[in-house]
Antibody, heavy 115, light 107 residues
Framework: EVQLVESGGGLVQPGRSLKLSCAAS????????MAWVRQAPKKGLEWVAT????????YYPDSVKGRFTISRDNAKSSLYLQMNSLKSEDTATYYC????????WGQGASVTVSS | DIQMTQSPASLSASLGETVTIECLAS??????LAWYQQKSGKSPQLLIY???SLQDGVPSRFSGSESGTQYSLEINSLQSEDAATYFC?????????FGGGTKLELK
């Protein structure tokens, strides 16, 4: 069974950093592009980052470019999202998802940016 | 950036009815479109990929189609468990973009 389990969410002050992790199981992690998608409270979905199978290529929207870094450890079947210079508008549930058309999603990790 | 304009924002339908949700892409996305269902308090789930391919395990009452840059999700014979919010997403070009969502309520 394919499983994605996020961790690392929490309450953080504006300007601070937080790192999310996503543990994958039930499939060959290194064969898939992986992504992070977020959803602000009562809002729609927003794509945050994508990483290639080897990790050599990464992609971001302008809203997080330069502040967020996606990475992966294929040996550990793990995906990460380093979030720096956090803003209140980054408050959301963050999901990790598999592939280009995201056919598996984690349960989400809640991130609240507030003083 | 490619804009995905999804309509309607909400709709109400009865059990057994057929509903259609649409997404208009601001440019050609060459069928690189997915549809997701998100039930309240849950993670999104993939329904359709490549505009019209049904994801494994998804009931056949869900179907996707396209006409130019207009993409549609049709749900036949509505069931109570279909009450959810539906999103389209293009993965033709970065940044990937989602439609604003359609909240489907069952009468």
């Amino acid at each position: 069974e394919v499983q994605l389990v996020e961790s690392g969410g929490g309450l953080v002050q504006p300007g601070r950093s937080l790192k999310l992790s996503c543990a994958a199981s039930g499939f060959t992690f290194s064969n898939y592009y992986m992504a992070w998608v977020r959803q602000a409270p009562k809002k729609g979905l927003e794509w945050v980052a994508t990483i290639s199978t080897s990790g050599s290529r990464t992609y971001y929207p302008d809203s997080v470019k330069g502040r967020f870094t996606i990475s992966r450890d294929n040996a550990k079947s793990s995906l990460y999202l380093q979030m720096n210079s956090l803003k209140s508008e980054d408050t959301a549930t963050y999901y990790c998802a598999r592939g280009n058309w995201m056919d598996a999603w984690g349960q989400g990790a809640s991130v609240t940016v507030s003083s | 950036d490619i804009q995905m304009t999804q309509s309607p924002a909400s709709l109400s339908a009865s059990l057994g009815e057929t509903v259609t949700i649409e997404c208009l892409a601001s440019e050609d996305i060459y069928s690189n479109l997915a549809w997701y269902q998100q039930k309240s308090g849950k993670s999104p789930q993939l329904l359709i990929y490549d505009a019209s391919s049904l994801q494994d395990g998804v009931p056949s009452r869900f179907s996707g189609s396209e006409s130019g840059t207009q993409y549609s999700l049709e749900i036949n014979s509505l069931q109570s468990e279909d009450a959810a919010t539906y999103f389209c997403q293009q993965h033709h070009d970065y940044p990937w973009t989602f439609g604003g969502g359609t909240k489907l309520e069952l009468k």
